[in-house]
């Protein structure tokens, strides 16, 4: 298998005007200056082919400039670009009814769209506060919500996004995540570690910290993103849903990475069996366009006019290209995904057992963590061979990125075929015996 030149010398070029110019604080991954993409492929400005496994993170969901979705831009960009949320147009009606048809909770439903993930936190943030009465809130480690002030006092999955940036905004308590792979608290007899989890949130956090009448909210990811891509047990959900209704705490699904047909169905929560109050969707919401959409009980939308807004909420191009996102994921791209999903999971497990270094296999439809360990009986993390492993793959072709501690994240577009997994596959093997080789 060929290691490619990278990066070429049109690359170089960019890559110098880059460091010149943008701001240090972007975390770089690789040395890919685009040029194209279609589907799962993107090209470089050098010429070189990749096999997308990133899509941006967990973005392009119906893959590089579908042309459904190029269309529909296309079409408005010829009409209006923005107007304003001072005033009104159909596309922004048209997609607030849909994400209300779709919300994974049977009342009726309210949405309020901005411009990201960070963004729709924000207003979830604040709406669970306004509606409530309540200050206080509780996350979990290893969690990423953004990294805008707010969002930020949320996020717990690296200290780097706190450096410097301290006080946060107060009033909010980190419980662990339920990880079973590597788990923090200890099990009664019998018990879910989602329960006990919960149980830990229960007793420990609302019996010793804040009382349960000061909690506006519980925000949660269905699966971690940036934490590890880390799946909870069946128990979780169900016993945090009971323990919020107990106590008047609204439970605020983040869906910003793990929805919009990411695992197999349209919101990563459906697989739980529970109905959350608020629920945030950015990332695969628009293949690539900036959306935000904060996704509400209509009930629970009692702030007034002027109580929350932004400019570009509801912008048109955004629109229509999440409108024809959502037809795209419904009419194939759900379904594959889940399809798709479980037959990548397969291949990896068999890849899994010719390789000591991989400790878990783990995730929900196209949402697909590897994580490396120094020992399988141990499960210590080794940060040092994952990265070698994307370096690896990168120079020959594939784009993969990091998470968690030491695992690497499968998101390709929703739309990835199966050969195009097994040629993703092919180089991802190879990278792992070339780095048990250094």
Not at 82 to 92: E, G, K, N, R, T
């Amino acid at each position: 298998m060929q290691k490619m030149n990278i990066p070429g010398p049109k690359a170089k070029k960019i890559l110098e005007q880059d460091s010149k110019y943008v701001s240090p604080s972007y975390p770089r991954a690789h040395p890919l200056v685009m040029s194209h993409g279609k589907g799962s492929e993107v090209w470089d400005v050098d010429g070189n082919r990749f096999l997308d496994f990133a899509s941006g993170i967990a973005v392009v969901g119906t893959g590089h400039a579908h042309p459904k979705v190029v269309k529909a831009i296309q079409n408005q960009a010829e009409k209006f670009l923005h107007i304003s949320s001072d005033f009104y147009h159909s596309a922004w009606a048209d997609l607030s009814q849909r994400l209300s048809e779709i919300a994974p909770f049977s009342e009726e439903a309210g949405v309020f769209l901005s411009n990201s993930g960070a963004e729709c936190v924000e207003a979830a943030v604040k709406l669970a506060r306004h509606h409530t009465g309540r200050s206080q809130f509780i996350a979990f480690l290893g969690a990423f919500h953004g990294r805008t002030m707010g969002a930020l006092s949320f996020t717990a999955s690296k200290s780097i996004y706190r450096s410097g940036f301290f006080p946060s905004m107060p009033g909010v308590y980190h419980a662990p995540y339920p990880d079973t792979y590597r788990p923090l608290l200890a099990s009664r007899p019998g018990e879910d570690y989602g329960e006990t989890v919960v149980r830990y949130i229960e007793e420990e956090i609302l019996g010793r910290l804040v009382p349960p009448e000061d909690v506006a909210g519980v925000l949660v990811e269905p699966v971690q993103g940036e934490g590890g891509y880390v799946v909870p047990p069946l128990g979780f959900f169900p016993a945090l849903r009971d323990l919020c209704d107990r106590h008047g705490i609204l439970l605020i699904d983040d869906e910003v990475q793990a929805g919009m047909g990411r695992t197999g169905k349209m919101w990563a929560i459906e697989h739980f069996g529970v109905e959350p109050d608020i629920v945030t969707s950015a990332k695969g919401i628009a293949s690539g366009v900036p959306l935000g959409a904060t996704i509400a009980r209509k009930s629970m939308l009692t702030w007034p006019e002027g109580a929350h807004g932004n400019t570009y909420g509801g912008n048109p191009l955004a629109c229509v290209s999440a409108l024809a996102t959502i037809d795209l994921l419904q009419e194939e791209f759900i379904q594959n995904a889940a399809e798709v999903g479980e037959y990548t999971k397969d291949a990896l497990e068999e890849i899994q057992a010719r390789h000591k270094s991989m400790g878990q296999v783990r995730g929900l439809g196209l949402m697909i963590g590897v994580d490396f360990v120094k020992d399988p009986a141990t499960r210590k993390p080794d940060k040092t061979f994952r990265d070698r492993v994307e370096e690896h793959c990168f120079e020959h072709g594939l784009v993969t990125l990091g998470c968690g501690k030491s695992t690497v994240r499968f998101a390709p577009p929703l739309s990835i075929s199966k050969a195009e997994i097994d040629e993703g596959l092919q180089i991802f093997e190879h990278a792992i015996s070339l780095t048990e080789k250094e």
